[in-house]
């Protein structure tokens, strides 16, 4: 049985396709201006895609990685005459496929519990949560979301009194400021006015941005979810 996540996944791949099928079709109906239009969401989608097949599967880049090298190995085989290139190429597709292996049959570790995640989502937009936290096993970073009256605060600290600054990469930094949130020295802190529409996608976006874009946290890391009422 799909989890919610999963089936937000294939309603964005969805989403997704048809975009990538409207570009294709204005483009080769030479209507360049709407090709463009279709080019930048599908892009916006795809980064939005990526993010959530991280979080669903916390290996996702890598495998995507390994099998792409591998198609690409295999395109080489075909071009190549040289007996040691042949050689070479297929004990690599191996290795290749054996580390594929590997991670497809791991045990899929959560970074957190997702229907969890998203049920505190749902509970505090539908007020029946005031706050919950998110809280990663050894490292000292603390993610919050809170209700403020009508509105949404996410909050991104440390656990204890260090500065945000010392426990976050500029490039990470960079990207908190590309979301929109306002940096502070020992936190950052991002409002979220639009919660009327009852959707839990553009927060669970953000937070998976804040995991694996600003902290960098992809493979196998848990997390803590803590909820106030």
Known sequence: M???????????????????????????ERDFQRANAFRKVLIYT???????????????????SLKKEIEMMR???????????????????????????????QAKAK???????????????????QSFQIRFEGYDITLELVRKDDALQLE????????????VSKPGLAEL?????????????????EVGKKSTLPILTILSRITYDVLGFYGMRKAAILCKK
């Open 2 to 28: 799909k989890t919610e996540l999963q089936l937000l996944i294939k309603e964005l791949e969805k989403e997704y396709n048809y975009l990538r099928k409207e570009q294709n079709r204005c483009a080769r």
């Open 46 to 64: 795809g980064a939005q895609l990526r993010i959530l097949n991280n979080l669903n599967e916390p290996n996702y880049d890598h495998i995507k």
């Open 75 to 105: 395109k080489l085989i075909g071009n190549s005459k040289k007996k040691f290139t042949l050689r070479f190429l297929k004990y690599k597709i191996t290795e290749l496929q054996r580390q594929l292996s590997e991670l497809e049959q």
């Open 111 to 129: 970074t957190n519990d997702d229907d969890k995640l998203l049920e505190c989502i749902e509970d505090v937009i539908n007020h029946h949560l």
């Open 156 to 167: 991104l600290r440390s656990s204890k009194t260090f500065q945000l600054s010392k426990l």
């Open 177 to 193: 400021q590309k979301m929109g949130f306002l940096n502070a020295q020992e936190n950052a802190l991002l409002l979220l006015n």
